[in-house]
């Protein structure tokens, strides 16, 4: 069984940089896209970014345009978070999660997505 382990998270001031890191482990799987959600309290679970297994193209959500950075390490079965010029409004639990997409345009539906970590917090304070 598959299993999305992530970390990476903590408490930054805003302004700042963190880097958030999600291994998948376990058995191989079939998943061809690799995705950050996020979820501030009171508020739905949303899209932050993706990058596909095989070529490396990565989608952002409009807010973290040009401050979040996707990328994945294949051999490594890792996927990174680069984030950075953070604002308060970026605090959330940011969740990893593993999916299979045949057009770009589902990149940002967590339906599409069938494997989640745990979670990690990012608090960004003022």
């Known amino acids: 069984q598959v299993q999305l382990v992530e970390s990476g998270g903590g408490l930054v001031q805003a302004g700042g940089s963190l880097r958030l890191s999600c291994v998948a482990s376990g058995r191989t799987f079939s998943n061809n896209i690799m995705a950050w959600f996020r979820q501030a309290p009171g508020k739905e679970r949303a899209f932050v970014a993706a990058v596909t297994w095989s070529t490396g193209v990565s989608y952002y959500e409009d807010s973290v345009k040009g401050r979040f950075t996707i990328s994945r390490d294949n051999p490594k079965n890792t996927v990174l978070l680069h984030l950075t010029s953070l604002k308060p409004e970026d605090s959330a639990v940011y969740f990893c999660?593993?999916?299979?997409?045949?057009?770009?345009?589902?990149?940002?539906?967590?339906?599409?997505?069938?494997?989640w970590g745990q979670g990690t917090q990012v608090t960004v304070s003022s």
């Open positions: 999660a593993g999916g299979t997409v045949k057009s770009s345009s589902n990149a940002g539906l967590s339906r599409y997505y069938n494997l």
